[in-house]
């Protein structure tokens, strides 16, 4: 294996990594919003009190659906091309 293959193993396993890591907070996040307004929401039902309505979450988990749909297929192609290219420096060295 020489230096180069090395270094792309390392800038695209390490590239992937944090695409993964960073649009997936952001997705967890939305989702984690979404989940508390809406056991909010429940709970002001429930206590008979004032009803709190919270209007935009549609648009939210549609902003965190986009992110993953680009953000973490671009880090797992990188992660998998890591891989692969790991698994052919083996089997060539």
Do not use: H, P
């Not at 396993?13 to 979404?34: D, M």
């Not at 429940?42 to 953000?71: C, H």
């Not at 091309?81 to 790991?86: D, E, I, N, P, Q």
């Amino acid at each position: 294996m020489d230096g180069k293959t090395i270094q792309l193993l390392a800038i695209l396993g390490l590239v992937g990594s944090v695409l993964l890591a960073v649009s997936l907070n952001r997705v967890l996040f939305e989702v984690r919003f979404a989940i508390d307004t809406l056991a909010s929401s429940i709970e002001t039902v429930v206590g008979k009190g004032d009803v709190y309505v919270f209007r935009g979450l549609d648009e939210r988990l549609k902003t965190a659906s986009r992110i993953s749909n680009s953000w973490v297929r671009a880090g797992i192609y990188c992660v998998s091309a890591s891989a692969v290219l790991a698994a052919w420096s083996i089997y060539v060295s």
